[in-house]
């Protein structure tokens, strides 16, 4: 880790980048386990946490082609994980969402995911280093927001 403390937003962000990018590799290997690949992950998530979207919405959201998102959303329409419905005002527009089964995976790697984290600061952390862990976390989210 580099220096503690020194508040430099050039040093902090290449730590918080490297760190935040170890975190999410160990996570994902939680959610690989799955037998979705990690654009089907990355989408799935999306739509259950978002709602109803397009195909191209999604794309441009998760940075990919069109052509690259039409295959992540086959395979997961094709699994059942998925649905396309017509958009009432639209009807030429095709809305994505996730099935009651697709929220079921989702809520099954979160609560997987979570419990590992969960079982790692019981064991690992005093109380007051997780209550400082939490209060790092809104600011966490405000710079996820900006990014």
């Given at each position: 880790?580099?220096?503690?403390?020194?508040?430099?937003?050039?040093?902090?962000g290449?730590?918080?980048?490297?760190?935040?990018?170890?975190?999410?590799?160990?996570?994902r290997?939680?959610?690989?386990?799955?037998?979705?690949?990690?654009?089907?992950?990355?989408?799935?998530g999306?739509?259950?946490?978002?709602?109803?979207?397009?195909?191209?919405?999604?794309?441009?959201?998760?940075?990919?082609?069109?052509?690259?998102?039409?295959?992540?959303?086959?395979?997961?329409h094709?699994?059942?994980?998925?649905?396309?419905?017509?958009?009432?005002?639209?009807?030429?527009?095709?809305?994505?969402?996730?099935?009651?089964?697709?929220?079921?995976?989702?809520?099954?790697?979160?609560t997987?995911?979570?419990?590992?984290?969960?079982?790692a600061l019981?064991?690992?952390?005093?109380?007051?280093?997780?209550?400082?862990?939490?209060?790092?976390?809104?600011?966490?989210?405000?710079?996820?927001?900006?990014?």
């Amino acid at each position: 880790m580099g220096k503690r403390g020194s508040g430099n937003p050039d040093e902090v962000g290449v730590e918080l980048r490297l760190l935040v990018g170890q975190l999410f590799r160990e996570l994902r290997n939680d959610m690989t386990v799955s037998g979705l690949s990690v654009p089907e992950l990355s989408v799935l998530g999306r739509l259950d946490r978002d709602g109803s979207v397009t195909a191209v919405e999604l794309a441009a959201a998760e940075q990919v082609t069109p052509q690259a998102m039409a295959l992540t959303v086959a395979s997961l329409h094709d699994r059942g994980l998925i649905s396309k419905t017509k958009d009432e005002r639209d009807k030429r527009r095709l809305l994505l969402e996730t099935t009651a089964a697709g929220r079921t995976a989702m809520n099954a790697l979160r609560t997987g995911g979570a419990d590992r984290v969960v079982k790692a600061l019981e064991m690992e952390f005093t109380a007051a280093e997780v209550e400082r862990i939490a209060d790092v976390l809104p600011l966490l989210a405000r710079l996820r927001d900006r990014l």
